[in-house]
């Protein structure tokens, strides 16, 4: 087997599951006697955390994407590209998540570079874009999702980002404005973060199920690569998948007695596969894009909805900003304002703590939904 200890590199640093490795082009120590192997590529944060977790000690994973940001909305440089053809295998979403990451395998491809490309997106079950209608899989076909209980709630499709419009900056111009925002945003904005060609929400790594499926096609890519470990990896996916089952219980049970069914997300509408999981409604500020805009009838609606819901606890997305958060704290009936977060990345401080996907699921959105939904 071979020694090589694994981690997974973000920018100037080197995050894995247990430790920061340490910064960008370090390498760990080979043991005596061992094969030095060209790591595997991950495309986004949480694709190298499930990659490192199968890997285990038999293969290097490394973060394509530099430390704390958004693997969707980040551009490469030409360096990027040479560490994928240079790499055993490149595991990414899936076509039309990350159009740099669609460009290099296209050009693998090509080239015939001789890189193994794994679709950690294959075969999963997505939900429609605007919170509507029924789960698609990633080719755009129909299919039900067997690993979760039925729940009609939906999100609102008018949601989008966060930002801190008052109703007193704009409202003599409310009508046109609003109508070119939301036009503007939803065309040039929505596109950038959905699955371009199935019109789907790409944050499916937020329910443990379908989490479940990714690392599964990760094990199946990585044993092609490398049959000698075969084993190894089958092995290590079960064990990661029998974590993630223990997080879907654990969020089964915290969420089960709450007092509230609607959450308010004061940022970008990435979680209603959280949502949909467990059973309660989830109104966004903002649609799927990151660095959407809200306009002054987004904040406007956010305002209705903690009234009508008696909402207490604003959910503020960690890697945008929190202005519009503390702008609703502010101006409405809500108290606080609590950490949430789609995964794309870590912080400093996680990173520091040695977290992974599960780490900040379970100690950053489960405290905070918890509260939110009234648990506590």
Same mark, same amino acid.
């Given at each position: 087997?071979?020694?090589?200890?694994?981690?997974? $590199?973000?920018?100037?640093?080197?995050?894995?599951?247990?430790?920061?490795?340490?910064?960008?082009?370090?390498?760990?120590?080979?043991?005596?006697?061992?094969?030095?192997?060209?790591?595997? &590529?991950?495309? @986004? @944060?949480?694709?190298?955390?499930?990659?490192?977790?199968?890997?285990?000690?038999?293969?290097?994973?490394?973060?394509?994407?530099?430390?704390?940001?958004?693997?969707?909305?980040?551009?490469?440089?030409?360096?990027?590209? !040479?560490?994928?053809?240079?790499?055993?295998?490149?595991?990414?979403?899936? &076509?039309?998540?990350?159009?740099?990451?669609?460009?290099?395998?296209?050009?693998?491809?090509?080239?015939?570079?001789?890189?193994?490309?794994?679709?950690?997106?294959?075969?999963? /079950?997505?939900? /429609?874009?605007?919170?509507? =209608?029924?789960? #698609?899989?990633? *080719?755009?076909?129909?299919?039900?999702? =067997?690993?979760?209980? /039925?729940?009609?709630?939906?999100?609102?499709? /008018? %949601?989008?980002?966060?930002?801190?419009?008052?109703?007193?900056?704009?409202?003599?111009?409310?009508?046109?404005?609003?109508?070119?925002?939301?036009? #503007?945003?939803?065309?040039?904005?929505?596109?950038?973060?959905?699955?371009? #060609?199935?019109?789907?929400?790409? #944050? @499916?790594?937020?329910?443990?199920?379908?989490?479940?499926?990714?690392?599964?096609?990760?094990?199946?890519?990585?044993? %092609?690569?490398?049959?000698?470990?075969?084993?190894?990896?089958?092995?290590?996916?079960?064990?990661?998948?029998? !974590?993630?089952?223990?997080?879907?219980?654990?969020?089964?049970? !915290?969420?089960?007695?709450?007092?509230?069914?609607?959450?308010?997300?004061?940022?970008?509408?990435?979680?209603?596969?959280?949502?949909?999981?467990?059973?309660?409604?989830?109104?966004?500020?903002?649609?799927?894009?990151?660095?959407?805009?809200?306009?002054?009838?987004?904040?406007?609606?956010?305002?209705?909805?903690?009234? *009508?819901?008696? $909402? %207490?606890?604003?959910?503020?997305?960690?890697?945008?900003?929190?202005?519009?958060?503390? &702008?609703?704290?502010?101006?409405?009936?809500?108290?606080?304002?609590?950490?949430?977060?789609?995964?794309?990345?870590?912080?400093?401080?996680?990173? %520091? &703590?040695?977290?992974?996907?599960?780490?900040?699921?379970?100690?950053?959105?489960?405290?905070?939904?918890?509260?939110?939904?009234?648990?506590?």
């Amino acid at each position: 087997m071979r020694q090589s200890r694994r981690r997974f $590199i973000a920018g100037t640093a080197a995050v894995t599951t247990g430790l920061v490795a340490g910064c960008l082009g370090t390498t760990n120590a080979e043991a005596p006697g061992s094969t030095e192997t060209e790591p595997v &590529q991950a495309s @986004f @944060f949480v694709l190298s955390d499930f990659a490192s977790h199968v890997a285990g000690d038999a293969l290097t994973v490394e973060n394509l994407v530099p430390f704390g940001q958004h693997g969707h909305g980040w551009e490469p440089g030409p360096d990027v590209q !040479r560490r994928v053809f240079d790499a055993t295998a490149f595991v990414y979403m899936g &076509q039309g998540f990350q159009p740099w990451a669609d460009n290099i395998v296209q050009n693998v491809r090509a080239d015939d570079a001789g890189v193994a490309v794994i679709e950690a997106r294959r075969g999963v /079950d997505l939900l /429609d874009a605007d919170g509507d =209608g029924d789960a #698609h899989d990633h *080719d755009g076909g129909e299919n039900e999702d =067997g690993h979760e209980d /039925d729940h009609d709630e939906h999100e609102s499709k /008018d %949601e989008h980002d966060a930002d801190t419009h008052t109703e007193d900056d704009h409202d003599e111009h409310e009508s046109k404005d609003d109508h070119d925002a939301d036009t #503007h945003t939803e065309d040039e904005h929505d596109e950038h973060d959905a699955d371009t #060609h199935t019109g789907t929400d790409p #944050h @499916f790594w937020l329910d443990p199920a379908r989490a479940t499926v990714a690392v599964e096609n990760i094990a199946q890519g990585l044993a %092609e690569v490398d049959g000698a470990n075969e084993e190894t990896y089958t092995q290590n996916a079960a064990a990661f998948g029998d !974590r993630l089952a223990a997080l879907d219980d654990t969020y089964r049970e !915290r969420l089960s007695d709450r007092t509230r069914d609607t959450v308010l997300v004061a940022g970008h509408n990435s979680f209603q596969y959280l949502g949909r999981r467990y059973g309660f409604q989830v109104e966004a500020l903002t649609g799927l894009a990151p660095d959407a805009e809200p306009t002054p009838r987004d904040v406007r609606r956010a305002q209705q909805v903690i009234d *009508d819901h008696d $909402i %207490e606890y604003i959910l503020a997305p960690v890697f945008e900003s929190d202005r519009a958060a503390r &702008q609703l704290v502010t101006e409405t009936s809500a108290v606080e304002a609590l950490p949430l977060t789609p995964v794309p990345s870590l912080t400093e401080e996680w990173a %520091e &703590q040695g977290w992974g996907y599960v780490d900040v699921m379970e100690r950053v959105n489960l405290p905070s939904l918890a509260k939110a939904l009234g648990t506590e």
